[in-house]
């Protein structure tokens, strides 16, 4: 036993050496090492041998470029930020720090994200562990840029990037209600922390902007319509230009294994949105419902019991600790309960969901049980076929709160609205809903244990619909999608008959799905080439203007009675605009806005409404033969001659002095008036309108028998570091209106005139 210890320490001789060099040998495969090319505008094409150093390569390379963005965001879902900016400030969503804290608290919990953990594949970890080795081997080497050198920004742990990840999963349901959540308190009960009601009114503002600041659009067209009998792709997702939900463009390469090419989102060692050799796919937000409300009826005596098939029972309690950074510096502890039903935890929206002596709610997530949504694009980006690719969307279900639309090399496209929903039937929502809460939300009774959700084993998870109970649709002319239900995602072939919370039919589209409708008609007659699925965003049609044009400028011509000097002005902008937003559009645009924005929130403002048996042509028109509506439309004429002279507009004035992204000016405009190249803005003291969301990551995939061949670009650049020379040359090529081809093989990638080469090992 001596001997053995000695010989083993010292390593000294024949069969006992060959040992010892075997296990350093070992040892030192662990290390990751990866290949990091950049080429033009920046972008990053990793390549490493095994996971773990393809994990280290995303994490070095994207602390490169984002660094600061993902240091904020790892402070916001660890509940850290009255730690240290203040429980007053806010977040980047503009929710107040301590709320953010106690939600993010009562969402990550050490049990919560351990388990998590433990259900991820062995791939998984080692491409996270990477990750996190990667990006903390930048921040020791280069430190963090001037703008986060602060306490708040350390290396990472594997936990940090779960938190992230559960983070995305909740945006489409409860993390909408983080104020709610946090709020909710028995009657007559004081809360430690409470939003106030100005929380409350930028909470339902940010519920009513989701699908618009992640909304989409997507093209998938099939061997019939296509230039090249291959199939094509357009993707165009509607996400943020800041923080938490900002794509990052990447290639990831483990040779003889994988090769994919697209975007992630923060914190994500996968990619979302992308292509590899054969297949190529987009997601965009879809209307399927992701949680559900159940009304608690209490239990008389006791406002924190409630009654469930007649029995009396408790809410469960839990306490949550957050820290507070006080005014002298010091950091208190903050106590927090919240209160949960086996439906979810109980929120409080006051007017709407109140807490009284009758009535609590519970909310219950279908997301916060899916931990396979990294696997799931872990294997859509390996899928070599589109059938692959579908069955491992089908199997596994980690899709959360997005459909998916891919063609293939073979000609084929495909839509898919297969994400997690909870498994209510149209039959369980008649006999469980309250038909007069509508189904905006989705409220089932609580006090019957019959209305929680049904579970079928078929599906990959506990409480949600089975895939086969989902809708998709393939095709070989095309499929197209715009943030609707799945309906009529080919009008040739409608989908109908899901439950509505999956889908619902006969409803009216949005203008930018009937703009898509409308453009694929129009191209039937010829073959269906790149060029026109740029041109279906970058010509930047303005859809609704074709609609009701008319009728403004007759209502110009014949209406305007004494306000006519006034308004001769916005009358001569909208002839003369070109029903456009580019950036040479005239001020005929900002009056359009304003009009429309107004005129929308009168329901009978069509001259022609909806009709479901014309759902691409209705409605449409205005109804100026109206007097209501007539009235309405002079007071928005008025409105919009003084907002536009208060803002200093003349009729020189062009759209892409207004609409910005610092000082660069961009074209698009807003998704209501069915403008496929959707922005959203906010208004700066200097009277433009900073974009905040909008086209993101837009790239446009064909197939050849060499494989892939795309045009892409990044709206809002790859880096967010004000410093680094990627901070916005693509954005000034996307005001351009320059897609550039994305380099794949090695050939191009080497061929790149920008091509620089970094090789990085643990």
């Not at 989701?210 to 093209?219: H, I, M, P, Q």
């Not at 939900?245 to 697209?262: A, C, K, N, S």
Request: proline share 6%; aromatic share 8%.
């Amino acid at each position: 036993m001596i001997i053995s210890n000695g010989l083993s320490r010292m390593c000294v001789a024949g069969l006992l050496l060959g040992l010892c060099l075997a296990a350093s040998a070992r040892e030192q495969a662990t290390q990751a090492s990866a290949e990091i090319r950049r080429t033009s505008f920046g972008v990053p094409h990793i390549r490493a041998s095994d996971e773990r150093g393809l994990g280290f390569g995303i994490g070095y390379a994207y602390a490169q470029d984002n660094l600061c963005l993902l240091a904020n965001e790892v402070v916001t879902v660890n509940g850290e930020r009255a730690k240290f900016f203040g429980p007053d400030q806010s977040t980047l969503e503009e929710r107040n720090n301590l709320t953010s804290d106690v939600f993010f608290t009562w969402l990550n919990t050490p049990e919560a994200v351990a388990t998590f953990w433990k259900a991820q594949t062995p791939q998984i970890r080692q491409r996270i562990e990477g990750y996190v080795a990667g990006y903390n081997r930048y921040l020791k080497e280069q430190g963090a840029p001037a703008q986060c050198q602060a306490a708040w920004v350390r290396p990472l742990v594997v936990e940090d990037l779960v938190k992230l990840t559960r983070r995305l999963l909740v945006e489409g349901g409860v993390g909408q209600f983080a104020e709610a959540l946090v709020g909710a308190t028995p009657p007559q009960a004081t809360a430690s922390v409470q939003p106030s009601a100005k929380a409350f009114e930028l909470a339902a503002a940010n519920q009513q902007r989701f699908s618009l600041d992640r909304g989409s659009n997507a093209v998938a067209v099939g061997r019939d319509r296509s230039f090249n009998g291959r199939g094509m792709l357009l993707a165009n997702p509607h996400f943020p230009w800041i923080g938490g939900m900002r794509f990052y463009e990447m290639h990831l390469t483990i040779p003889g294994q994988l090769d994919v090419m697209g975007a992630a989102l923060p914190g994500l060692p996968v990619v979302n949105i992308g292509f590899n050799q054969h297949v190529a796919w987009t997601h965009t937000v879809d209307t399927s419902k992701h949680f559900t409300l159940y009304r608690l009826t209490l239990d008389p005596k006791d406002s924190k019991r409630y009654l469930l098939d007649g029995k009396s029972v408790p809410l469960e309690k839990t306490s949550l600790k957050v820290q507070v950074k006080q005014a002298d510096g010091s950091v208190k502890d903050v106590t927090h309960t919240v209160y949960s039903s086996q439906f979810g935890p109980v929120v409080q929206w006051p007017g709407k969901l109140d807490w009284d002596s009758h009535y609590a709610f519970s909310l219950r997530d279908a997301n916060l049980g899916n931990d396979r949504v990294l696997q799931q694009w872990y294997a859509m980006n390996r899928a070599t076929s589109l059938k692959e690719l579908q069955t491992s969307v089908q199997t596994l279900q980690g899709i959360p709160w997005v459909n998916t639309v891919a063609a293939d090399d073979q000609g084929q496209s495909l839509y898919m609205n297969l994400s997690v929903v909870p498994n209510v039937s149209a039959a369980k929502l008649a006999q469980c809903s309250d038909p007069r809460a509508g189904l905006q939300l989705i409220m089932l009774d609580g006090a019957h244990s019959a209305c929680a959700w049904d579970v079928d084993p078929r599906a990959a998870q506990a409480g949600i619909f089975p895939a086969e109970q989902l809708p998709q649709l393939q095709r070989t002319d095309y499929v197209q999608h715009s943030n609707d239900s799945a309906w009529l995602a080919n009008p040739k072939a409608p989908l109908t008959g899901f439950s509505p919370v999956i889908s619902q039919d006969n409803i009216g589209l949005g203008p930018r799905a009937r703009f898509a409708v409308q453009r694929l008609h129009s191209l039937e007659k010829h073959p269906i080439s790149v060029a026109d699925l740029q041109n279906m965003v970058m010509d930047n049609q303005v859809y609704l203007a074709s609609q009701v044009m008319p009728d403004l400028l007759d209502y110009c011509a014949k209406q305007l009675g004494t306000d006519a000097v006034a308004l001769q002005p916005l009358c001569t902008s909208l002839k003369t605009w070109d029903q456009r937003a580019n950036l040479d559009s005239g001020v005929g645009l900002v009056h359009f806005i304003n009009l429309l924005e107004h005129l929308q929130q009168s329901p009978d403002a069509w001259r022609v409404a909806f009709d479901p048996a014309q759902p691409l042509t209705t409605p449409r028109g205005l109804a100026i033969d109206r007097a209501p509506v007539a009235k309405a439309l002079r007071e928005a004429m008025l409105a919009s001659t003084a907002d536009v002279a208060k803002l200093g507009l003349t009729a020189n004035s062009r759209w892409g002095d207004i609409q910005v992204c610092g000082q660069t000016p961009i074209h698009g405009g807003p998704q209501e008036l069915g403008i496929y190249n959707a922005m959203q803005t906010v208004p700066r003291a200097d009277g433009k309108r900073e974009v905040v969301s909008g086209s993101s990551y837009l790239q446009i995939v064909t197939f050849d028998n060499n494989g892939p061949s795309a045009l892409g670009v990044l709206a809002f650049s790859e880096s967010s570091n004000p410093a680094s020379s990627h901070a916005k040359d693509q954005t000034e090529a996307f005001s351009q209106k320059k897609l550039r081809p994305l380099p794949f093989t090695e050939a191009q990638i080497k061929a790149d005139p920008q091509y620089q080469q970094q090789l990085i090992k643990e």
